[in-house]
Nanobody, 128 residues
Framework: QVQLVESGGGSVQAGGSLRLSCAAS????????MGWFRQAPGKEREGVAI???????IYVDSVKGRFTISKDNAQNILYLQMNDLKPEDTAIYYC??????????????????????WGRGTQVTVSS
């Protein structure tokens, strides 16, 4: 049984930093795609960053230069380092995983639609 458990969320002021972690169990960490998504109140879930099966990293434009996604295959942990946080980053952040090799023109959106494994999320609140 695959389990993804996020941690590291919290409340920070604009310009601050947080590091999210996603601990995976029952999942072959070195294969497939893994990534972070977020959902703000009243908005649809959106992709933030993913690492695909070829270790290619994709960020959505709104977080480029501020967020860094990484994996520790030995510890089975996915990270999201978030710097220079803005109030618009406030959301519940979810970790997702798919053991398949995914190919799509818009991989972030496709992954978000098909990924079978999701964590319960961790709240990030950024105040101005």
């Amino acid at each position: 049984q695959v389990q993804l458990v996020e941690s590291g969320g919290g409340s920070v002021q604009a310009g601050g930093s947080l590091r999210l972690s996603c601990a995976a169990s029952g999942y072959t960490f070195s294969t497939g795609c893994m990534g972070w998504f977020r959902q703000a109140p009243g908005k649809e879930r959106e992709g933030v960053a993913i690492i695909d099966q070829n270790r290619r990293i994709i960020y959505v434009d709104s977080v480029k230069g501020r967020f860094t996604i990484s994996k520790d295959n030995a510890q089975n942990i996915l990270y999201l380092q978030m710097n220079d946080l803005k109030p618009e980053d406030t959301a519940i952040y979810y970790c997702a995983a798919d053991s398949r090799n995914l190919v799509a023109s818009n991989l972030v959106a496709f992954f978000g639609r098909v990924a079978p494994y999701w964590g319960r999320g961790t709240q990030v609140t950024v105040s101005s």
